[in-house]
């Protein structure tokens, strides 16, 4: 049980294209869930923290507007790169809270041509 | 504020031999300890996890942890490497208080020689 999934595991985008990344609880209700970021050799950083039916809540130093996070439904939350760059370019993981413990998914590997 | 310290960047083992991988944390609260592993270009799995209940934790694949608040330590241990054990460790603390936000150390990657 307690199965995270992203869709999809890996995208290859232009410069100045937007791209969605899903992040679902299979099998269970989440209605928080959090996104991280991790560059090569290095940890995951936590980018925002989503919850249902409201604002996402963003770590210092991330843009919101550019990172555009929907939590619509206790299920699924949604992270969008806007006007991607090369820079933007990482492995993007998310995780959902359970009864106090984060599930992550497998991770989406962005790369920004 | 919470931390975590992964004291170890990298650890190089021989097959069959014990692996220590070091993990030291700074909380204001009782904090809940993870260790998870990420194999290459994988997303992270959970290999055991301290919840303020037994101090000696055995988790999955032979990995086994001990909660000493005294050092404040969560070292991940096992008897014997093998060569798939061979991958990036981190070890995460998150507080209740937080409503499970977590905070990763930068992980120890984990070579197996054979």
């Known amino acids: 049980g307690a199965v995270v999934s992203q869709h999809p595991s890996r995208v290859i985008c232009k410069s100045g294209t937007s791209v969605k990344i899903e992040c679902r609880s299979l099998?269970?209700?989440?209605?928080?869930m959090f996104w991280y970021r991790q560059f090569p050799k290095k940890s995951l950083m936590l980018m925002a923290t989503?919850?249902?039916?409201?604002?996402?809540?963003?770590e210092q130093g991330v843009e919101k507007d550019k990172f555009l996070i929907n939590h619509a439904s206790l299920t699924l939350s949604t992270l969008t790169v806007t006007s991607a760059h090369p820079e933007d370019s990482s492995f993007y993981i998310c995780?959902?809270?359970?009864?106090?413990?984060?599930?992550f998914g497998p991770g989406t590997r962005l790369t920004v041509l | 504020a919470q931390s975590v310290t992964q004291l170890d960047s990298h650890v190089s083992v021989s097959e069959g031999t014990p692996v220590l991988l070091r993990c030291n944390y700074s909380?204001?609260?009782?904090?809940?300890l993870f260790w998870y592993v990420q194999h290459p270009n994988k997303g992270l799995q959970l290999l055991l996890k301290?919840?303020?209940?037994?101090?000696l934790v055995k988790g999955i694949n032979g990995f086994e942890a001990e909660f000493k608040k005294s050092e404040t330590s969560f070292h991940l241990t096992k008897p014997s490497a093998h060569m798939s054990d061979a991958a990036e460790y981190f070890c995460?603390?998150?507080?209740?208080?937080?409503?499970?936000?977590?905070?990763f150390g930068d992980g120890t990657t984990l070579t197996v020689k054979p």
């Open positions: 099998d269970f209700q989440a209605t928080t």
């Open positions: 301290y919840t303020s209940a037994a101090t």
């Open positions: 995460v603390v998150s507080f209740n208080t937080n409503a499970g936000k977590s905070t």
């Open positions: 909380s204001s609260y009782s904090p809940s």
């Open positions: 989503s919850n249902e039916g409201s604002k996402a809540t963003y």
């Open positions: 995780s959902a809270l359970r009864e106090g413990k984060q599930f």
